[in-house]
């Protein structure tokens, strides 16, 4: 089943632990994204990549780091999480010709 | 920048109604797509429906339907025969053809469907 996938789907964490939220995909998507969902808000991106080894910053990419050394994984790293970044985060991909992403089933991040 | 705003942050309507949900963006760009995404309680986000902006012919997907209005930066949903499935979160995304690869979000609106 083509998907991207998220893990895990809850973390509660303390500040200024390090934390990684992996995302995989398995359709042999170019482009990959992070998103932060808060209410009000909507989503909003956090860091995208259009390829392996290329990545660039969304519009609120601090406190977070990522990196795509393969094609199907983007994990996405908070190096000192604090709680402002407790939040839904949502993995997404598509192909370079398509129109739409695919998401993650989303993971719920709370920082105590 | 480009920005989505959608003014009704809750809506309801009667099981078997219909209802209209609104949106509007800004953008200087000519070429973009414009989508209609749903989030139901799973959290999953679902493309419901989407919008070629070249294309004049409003785009329909079984009961939902867009107005999309190019001139006014309008671009509403429309669910006729409203069912208790079509409760959740929706979310109107605006994405350009070419460049910068990002989805930009409107606020959201919960839909309720009263049974």
């Known amino acids: 089943e083509a998907q991207v996938t998220q893990n895990p789907r809850y973390l509660i964490t303390v500040t200024g632990k390090k934390l990684t939220v992996t995302c995989s995909q398995n359709m042999n998507h170019e482009y990959m994204s992070w998103y932060r969902q808060d209410p009000g808000l909507g989503l909003r991106q956090i860091y995208y990549s259009m390829n392996v080894e290329v990545t660039d910053k969304g519009d609120v990419p601090e406190g977070y780091k990522v990196s795509r050394k393969e094609k199907r994984n983007f994990p996405l790293i908070l190096e000192s999480p604090s709680p402002n970044q407790t939040s839904l985060y949502f993995c997404a991909s598509r192909a370079r010709a398509n129109y739409g992403y695919t998401f993650g089933s989303g993971t719920r991040l709370t920082v105590v | 920048a480009q920005t989505v705003t959608q003014s009704q942050p809750e809506m309801s309507v009667q099981e078997a109604e219909t209802v209209t949900l609104s949106c509007t963006y800004d953008?200087?760009?000519?070429?973009?797509?414009l989508f209609w995404y749903k989030q139901p309680p799973s959290r999953q986000m679902i493309l419901v429906i989407r919008q070629e902006a070249y294309k004049q012919q409003n785009a329909t997907e079984n009961r939902f339907s867009v107005n999309f209005q190019k001139a006014a930066k309008s671009f509403s949903l429309k669910i006729s025969d409203s069912q208790l499935g079509d409760a959740a979160m929706y979310f109107c995304a605006y994405r350009r053809i070419a460049g910068a690869q990002k989805l930009v979000f409107g606020q959201g609106t919960r839909l309720t469907i009263n049974p």
């Open positions: 953008t200087s760009e000519s070429d973009y797509y």
